[in-house]
């Protein structure tokens, strides 16, 4: 129990200590999604926003799916990428939507888990800021275990607007899944085989 704890503690302290220290650009965010091609077909984002990282992993990934719950912004994304057919646009709350995405997959796929309010003209699911636990039940519950998970702004995983603290986080995970985790650059990173992160 002690020695749990001071895990967790550490972990916390890892993750402030990495946002406060360690920043990726929007581009070297992207590049390092893109690398991950090269092992996985698959690319899933949740919140679409204005589709950037969306348009970087088109034509990389073969398949590239993303959710958006702002009405505008999906519909900007959907007709921003008609047309492409190995890029899906879904509109809605990724806490729903994802089930549906999951059950598409014809294999592992790498998780960008980046679906939470960020401010004027952006969405949130009633007065929940992040949807991520059920997003990670979801994942968890799929038939491939061996998904690459990525959430994005480690920095806010502190307990409060409906984020877990990264502590509670880890419990969650190590309580409901198989994968490892670590938080680096800004980002917490599940996986299972630590060759395919
Ligand atoms: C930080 S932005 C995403 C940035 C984008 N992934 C990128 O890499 O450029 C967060 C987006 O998540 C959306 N969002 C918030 N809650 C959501 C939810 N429950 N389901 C789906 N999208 C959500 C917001 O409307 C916002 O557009």
Redesign the pocket.
Same mark, same amino acid.
């Given at each position: 129990m002690i020695k749990q704890f001071v895990r967790d503690f550490q972990y916390a302290l890892n993750s402030r200590e990495h946002s406060l220290f360690t920043h990726l650009l $929007?581009n070297e965010k992207r590049d390092r999604l893109a690398a991950h091609a090269a092992k996985y077909d698959n690319f899933v984002?949740? %919140? /679409?926003?204005?589709g !950037? /990282?969306t348009a970087a992993m088109s034509g990389v990934y073969r398949k590239v799916y993303t959710? !958006?719950? +702002?009405e505008e912004?999906y519909r900007k994304a959907a007709a921003r990428f008609a047309g492409q057919d190995y890029i899906r646009c879904f509109h %809605? =709350? &990724? *806490?729903k939507v994802l089930p549906e995405i999951v059950a598409q997959l014809d294999g592992p796929a790498v998780f960008?888990l =980046? *679906? +939470?309010? &960020?401010g004027p003209r952006? %969405?949130? *699911?009633g007065s929940r800021e992040t $949807?991520i636990e059920d997003e990670l039940a979801t994942i968890f519950e799929s038939e491939s275990k061996e998904h690459l998970i990525l959430i =994005?702004d480690a920095r806010l995983f502190v307990g409060k607007n409906s984020y877990p603290t990264i502590g509670r986080l880890w419990k969650f995970v190590r309580t409901h899944s198989p994968y490892s985790m670590t938080v680096r650059d800004d980002i917490i990173r599940l996986y299972r085989d630590p060759e395919r992160y």
């Open positions: $929007p984002e949740t %919140g /679409t926003y204005l !950037e /990282t959710v !958006e719950i +702002h912004l %809605g =709350d &990724s *806490a960008w =980046d *679906a +939470h309010y &960020s952006t %969405g949130k *699911a $949807p =994005d």
